[in-house]
């Protein structure tokens, strides 16, 4: 796998310097903007993390700006970006409405616009780059589904509704509940900012309920792992197993502990994200050619390849 | 505060500029804006200024209604949730049931002032703490909001809606600043000129005493709250167009945000002392701090901290006022 994703970032950044070869310093880029919505999410703190870090090799500053899930404070952080001067502006939408207006005020000072995660309806960036959820959704769900035997009762704890990782990390799990006509989908809940207290109260609510469920998919790590603690406190931790999303730092350092429910995640590779991000910054700014999406693939963790992606986020 | 029946052409003007306890915010206002010039390049200029103007525009508004609130010794957390409700209402009858966008405002803007009516009869004829009854509206607002798409997002405004909080007329008034504004304006004339707002003072003093004192108190306080919610709901409006699309999920503890611009402002929570002048300076201070620490690169957690501070020093400057006179 990572030799896989090794070899995919080396031809992203090819790609993006073949135009600039020329061109002084990184392609005229010295200041990147960078919107993201939580801080609080380990996902797009991942996300920064590998931005900054990479920029930093090429002598690139970043200013990061915090909208703490609040689309108006983005806009307004937006608009303070735009005053310094950045060079490029790479765009991670905050709540469910991923607000048009930033794309436009970036698009008026004429400088590059890179969504990751989403992307605005009807204001598309230079490119998006996001995780490819379902066939990873799939994978977590068919793992789950496989330990337990290909039957039983299951529940799927949901992201923020509407979001387009919610929508689509149900649909790949989907695929897999309907291919095992053992399982039956018992119940389903939305959580409002995909957190552990959130997750627990409700697989809480959930084993109430259904006292018999031996399967749950929360669709990020964080309802995952505060479902585990749920199951933990019921007494079920030996008759129910649990699959997370996203390969969170704590999420992977509990699997490499494996010492709860919560026994698979898909790992996003964020930090290559922010990699692929700024390179297509680059290659815009330089008028050499970016694809329209970008997706990485996230990989299937379980208690045994834990350890190298804790070592190591990819 | 004295009253103004009758004062001279001169004394008018003096009121005009008193600032009834906000100096002491002007002047960290003016600190702040000092320190921030001399500290970024980008902060002292024009086109900074007409930002921090568009940024306030939401916070500005419901902080004057808010103002209203706290006057009469209330409070009212379900602001928040009412802009959201506003919002959803508006996006509901413009995008989905397809009603020209004035409807839609009006419809809006009555969702809203209903919230408030709601809250304000709750507190004068059932007797509920303002506290309670403005956080259950927090909580019926917001689930409103929610059902009326299931929790997703609307989009598809017409055009011009937007462009409202982006076209600069003349140069430099966008719409929404503009409404902003007006707002301001007949707040701080009401206040100052109107028996009304005059009363609003007297019933935060002492509520018991301005009754007998011949002011219809419960009538007043239920005004007091459908304005408030009406404001909040205006504020929607124009976050709306500022967003260009509606989440039933805007608007989560700006409640917060406006009680304490109104803190800030130098208005007292206990009620009966304060004014709208002082609320902008506290809406002032917090776009130009907000403002400010993003051009100064400042982590987002530290802002946190920071704005916390402010706030702490605003109030302990105002009780230590009181104390040494």
Not at chain 1, 121 to 132: F, L, S
Not at chain 1, 220 to 247: N, P, T
Not at chain 1, 298 to 308: D, F, H, R, S
Not at chain 2, 217 to 225: A, D, E, F, P, Q
Request: hydrophobic content about 50%; aromatic content about 6%; overall charge negative.
């Amino acid at each position: 796998m990572k030799t896989i994703l090794r070899s995919l970032l080396a031809a992203t950044a090819l790609a993006a310097f073949a135009g600039t070869a020329s061109a002084e310093g990184v392609g005229g880029i010295s200041k990147i903007g960078l919107a993201v919505p939580n801080l609080q999410a380990d996902f797009f703190n991942q996300i920064k993390l590998g931005v900054e870090g990479y920029a930093a090799k090429l002598g690139i500053e970043v200013i990061a700006v915090d909208a703490k899930n609040d689309t108006a404070t983005q806009v307004s952080q937006v608009q303070d970006l735009l005053t310094q001067g950045i060079d490029a502006f790479i765009y991670i939408p905050a709540g469910a409405a991923a607000a048009a207006v930033p794309t436009r005020l970036a698009r008026a000072e004429g400088i590059p616009v890179i969504n990751v995660d989403r992307e605005p309806d009807g204001a598309p960036g230079d490119t998006v780059i996001y995780g490819e959820n379902v066939m990873s959704a799939y994978q977590v769900c068919d793992h789950l589904i496989g330990l337990a035997g290909g039957e039983g009762k299951m529940v799927v704890i949901h992201g923020q509704k509407g979001t387009t990782p919610e929508v689509q990390r149900f649909e790949g799990c989907k695929m897999t509940i309907d291919e095992n006509p053992g399982v039956e989908l018992v119940a389903q809940q939305w959580s409002q900012q995909w957190s552990p207290d959130e997750g627990f109260q409700i697989a809480q609510n959930m084993l109430q309920a259904n006292p018999d469920i031996s399967i749950i998919f929360g669709q990020a790590d964080g309802l995952a792992m505060g479902a585990a603690k749920a199951v933990e406190v019921a007494g079920m931790a030996d008759d129910v197993v649990i699959g997370g999303y996203d390969g969170d730092g704590a999420a992977l350092e509990s699997l490499v502990a494996c010492d709860t429910p919560f026994i698979v995640t898909a790992t996003q590779s964020t930090q290559a994200m922010g990699v692929l991000a700024v390179n297509a910054a680059i290659a815009v700014a330089n008028d050499a050619s970016v694809p329209a999406r970008q997706i990485p693939n996230a990989v299937l963790t379980t208690c045994e390849n834990a350890a190298q992606f804790v070592e190591k986020h990819p | 505060m004295t009253p103004s029946t009758g004062p001279t052409e001169r004394a008018r003007i003096a009121e005009w500029f008193s600032l009834s306890g906000a100096t002491g915010p002007l002047i960290g206002l003016l600190l702040l804006c000092a320190f921030l010039s001399f500290a970024t390049d980008s902060f002292l200029s024009f086109r900074n200024f007409l930002n921090i103007a568009d940024q306030i525009t939401v916070l500005g508004i419901m902080a004057v209604g808010m103002t209203f609130v706290i006057l009469i010794g209330g409070i009212d957390l379900s602001v928040g949730s009412v802009l959201a409700l506003a919002m959803m209402v508006l996006g509901y009858l413009n995008v989905v049931a397809e009603l020209p966008m004035a409807v839609a405002i009006a419809g809006a803007l009555v969702a809203a002032a209903l919230c408030g009516a709601v809250s304000g009869l709750l507190i004068t004829v059932f007797a509920v703490p303002a506290f309670i009854a403005t956080l259950a509206m927090m909580s019926i607002a917001r689930g409103l909001a929610n059902m009326i798409t299931d929790g997703s997002q609307i989009i598809g405004f017409p055009a011009w809606f937007n462009m409202g909080a982006i076209i600069r007329n003349f140069g430099f008034l966008t719409m929404t600043v503009a409404v902003m504004l007006v707002v301001f304006v007949l707040a701080i004339l009401f206040l100052r000129f109107r028996e009304e707002g005059r009363s609003l003072y007297a019933i935060g003093g002492n509520a018991e005493v301005a009754r007998l004192a011949g002011i219809d108190v419960k009538l007043t306080t239920v005004m007091v709250y459908t304005v408030c919610a009406l404001l909040s709901g205006l504020a929607g409006v124009l976050l709306a167009a500022r967003l260009d699309s509606v989440q039933p999920s805007s608007g989560v503890a700006y409640e917060l945000d406006a009680i304490a611009a109104v803190v800030i402002g130098g208005t007292s929570l206990s009620g009966g002392t304060g004014s709208v002048v002082g609320t902008i300076i506290g809406v002032l201070v917090i776009g130009v701090l907000r403002n400010g620490l993003n051009l100064l690169s400042v982590s987002p957690f530290v802002q946190a901290v920071v704005i916390g501070l402010v706030i702490v020093l605003a109030v302990a400057a105002e009780t230590f006022k009181h104390r040494t006179r």
